[in-house]
């Protein structure tokens, strides 16, 4: 089976600080990752994955996201918050495989970021 | 660029009546999901369908619950006798089949209350 944990239920951050919101994974082999970003009573908007190569992936709105495969880990990082990034924000984790199971995603419970002015 | 349309965006109803929702993906993907959103939680998965053919169902979907895609574009997601604890927001997404790699676009979701 497949598990994702986001350790941190919130994240404060001071805008212009860098951010970090952290995500570990278990799954079965290697793993394809997500970071999904929803704001309230919005679905989810895709901001990046990873599925093979460069360890650091780059994505939508400036974010971005290390891949490190020894820590399972894919921390969702950026240099610069801004208020407007203040959201939940879920990593998810598909496993590369074949069969039952194949396509669905399991994610996190989420991370509130909040971006104080 | 149209993403994927669900309707309704809310819907209140009491405890053992039927409830039908849709989902409208993005007009190239052949990949449908449903997912479930509880309250403090992260999306659950339902059920998939690639076209018409419904591949991979969750153990939560119930008896209750019945999802089809009957002509391979929309998608429907039936609850029969609601509970209380299907209040939720019910989530579609929708890909295209770029391999195994391909991503999963996101509608703005149902939000089901049940009295």
């Known amino acids: 089976a497949q598990s994702v944990a986001q350790p941190e239920d919130q994240v404060n951050v001071a805008e212009g600080n860098p951010l970090t919101v952290k995500c570990t994974y278990s799954v079965s082999g290697n793993p394809y990752l997500f970071w999904y970003v929803q704001y309230p009573n919005r679905g989810l908007q895709f901001l990046l994955k990873?599925?093979?190569?460069?360890?650091l992936v780059k994505g939508s709105y400036g974010f971005e996201a290390e891949f490190n495969k020894s820590q399972t880990s894919f921390h969702l990082k950026k240099p610069s918050a801004l208020v407007s990034d203040s959201a939940l924000y879920f990593c998810?984790?598909?496993?590369?495989?074949?069969?039952?199971?194949?396509?669905?995603?399991?994610f996190g419970k989420g991370t509130k970021l909040s971006v104080i002015p | 660029d149209t993403g994927v349309s669900q309707d309704p965006r809310h819907k209140i109803t009491k405890r053992g009546q039927n409830v039908t929702f849709r989902c409208d993906p993005i007009s190239e993907h052949n990949r449908l999901y449903w997912y479930r959103q509880t309250l403090g939680q992260g999306p659950e998965f339902l059920t998939y369908?690639?076209?018409?053919?419904?591949?991979?169902k969750s153990r939560l979907l119930s008896d209750r619950f019945s999802a089809e895609r009957p002509k391979g574009s929309f998608s429907t997601l039936e609850i029969q006798r609601t509970e209380q604890g299907d209040s939720a927001m019910y989530l579609c997404?929708?890909?295209?089949?770029?391999?195994?790699?391909?991503?999963?676009?996101f509608g703005p979701g149902t939000r089901l209350t049940v009295l």
């Open positions: 990873y599925i093979t190569g460069d360890n």
């Open positions: 369908f690639q076209n018409e053919a419904q591949l991979e």
């Open positions: 998810a984790v598909r496993g590369v495989y074949s069969g039952a199971g194949s396509y669905q995603l399991t």
């Open positions: 997404a929708s890909s295209s089949t770029g391999g195994i790699t391909d991503t999963q676009y």
